[in-house]
């Protein structure tokens, strides 16, 4: 018997609830209109074979105060006339609420609308659209909403303020809080603040500072100087710095190679090279280069991982330094180290378009194992289809050295090794 039960009409109506629509109600009540439910119930032959069954049902939804049946009126072949319910409907919305025990909610949604009013009175109308558009994620935020609109408030009245968070000095606020809530302050602060205060270009909560206009703490960036003639006279022999994004833009060295690495063994490793520096990378995060315009003028060599992350990486980098070249990261290095190949659990599979022909095809073959197929490799037995990663603190170090000679003195390579850079 699939006949509508006092739960079926509970579940109807719980719909309109996760859909915000008795809540968008509670801000326009104009725009309630009765709500007619589903109604399913017994047919004809339902009534003649099961009559008691029919008897005990017809209690239960008659037991449902909230809603209005209505009723029709027929002639039955057994029964003669008898009437069932035909339309069942909610009247109104207090009905509604009730029913699904609702009611204690919708309040606080009322007293959050009425104190949001009381506030500023401009300020209710720039968020209008937002309440309307999510009311349940208003209600959700109930406890914490007087706060918000205090912020909201504060940086309406102080656009794009210069300071940091923690200079925000309003009572019950502090960084932490309007850290937590950046996702929701972003959706209102674009509805409330004149276009002009915010820098859309600055997207995403880890972005919230520079969107509007508030002082972040500085990137930075950590490099060694790898040629003992470079060496900051005030710095000992290590040499291993550690400076903000402005203070890297503004460095003044002699540098012909900058070399950036993603493993920090490597980086603290890396061989001594004439007029070079060696960066820490941090993975796809090169915006922090993109101030420091002396890099254009000097060689940039990217080591990482040969797997389709370390290209997806090189790609990436080449978006902010187009002439950036891969180091070690060629078919001969890989042949060299198959003893070390390991499976790339997840391979990155979107288009990379600033490789270079061969990095592509490569970065293909490490992807489907095919490299495998290669006469020089035909011994690895790898199964193809599995696609393969060689980190790049798996390289033996003599091999590293090698190629990287093979970039200081050409004629180097005595050894007949790849110099491996492309």
Known sequence: ??????????????????????????????????????????????????????????????????????????????????SLPAECWL???PDALALIG??????RFEVLLQATRAHDATLFDCLLPWLQKRPLIALALADDWPRLLSVLRWIQTHPRPGIYLRQVDLPGVDSKFIESQRGVLTELLDLCLPPHTIDASATGATQFCRRYGFKDKPLRIRLRVLDAALALPELGPDQDITLTQTDFAQLVLPVQRVFITENEVNFLAFPPVAGSVVIFGAGYGFEVLLGAAWLQHCSVFYWGDLDSHGFAILDQLRAHLPHAKALLMDEATLQAHSAQWVQ?????LRQLNRLTAPETALCQSLITGDVAASVALSQTHWPLGQAIRLEQERLAFGWVQQALRCLVEPNADVLGQACGSG
Do not use: C, Y
């Open 1 to 82: 018997m699939n006949w509508t039960r006092p739960a079926d009409l509970r579940a109807q109506t719980l719909k309109l609830w996760d859909k915000g629509e008795l809540l968008r109600a509670l801000i326009d009540p104009t725009s309630w209109q009765p709500r007619r439910l589903r109604l399913v119930v017994p047919g004809s032959n339902e009534l003649g074979d099961q009559l008691d069954a029919v008897r005990a049902w017809l209690p239960e939804l008659q037991g449902v105060p909230q809603v209005h049946l209505v009723w029709r009126e027929f002639t039955h072949r057994l029964l003669g006339v008898s």
């Open 91 to 93: 009247d109104s919305l």
């Open 102 to 107: 609702k009611t204690r909610e919708a309040r």
């Open 344 to 348: 790339e659990p997840v391979p990155a």
